[in-house]
């Protein structure tokens, strides 16, 4: 027996597999995850759910969800972790902490 998918609360991504509302994070999620910024950076992209809504749901700002997509449009996943999204500083070159 297969269940019908409301095409409001699912879709299915170009990898093949279903995306549904109840994958996404819980809203006010303040543990991000690559993971679980790579579900909400689907979401958006892909029409699950608007800009404003991934705003509202998570306290996000319009930087911080295009930062998001543009680090997982040219990196995925990896794109997504916290060393790789750290914005180059003094230099242009990334901060890797105090040296000694």
Request: with cysteine; glycine share 8%; hydrophobic share 40%.
């Amino acid at each position: 027996m297969t269940a019908e998918i409301d095409e409001t609360d699912a879709l299915l991504l170009p990898d093949g597999t279903v995306l549904q509302r109840s994958d996404l994070p819980a809203p006010g999620n303040r543990r991000w995850t690559p993971r679980r910024k790579a579900l909400v950076v689907n979401a958006v992209c892909h029409g699950l759910m608007t800009p404003d809504e991934a705003w509202q749901a998570w306290d996000l700002s319009a930087e911080e969800l295009s930062h998001w997509i543009e680090a997982y449009l040219l990196d995925g996943h990896a794109g997504l972790r916290i060393k790789a999204m750290r914005r180059p500083v003094r230099g242009g070159k990334p901060g890797r902490g105090r040296r000694r």
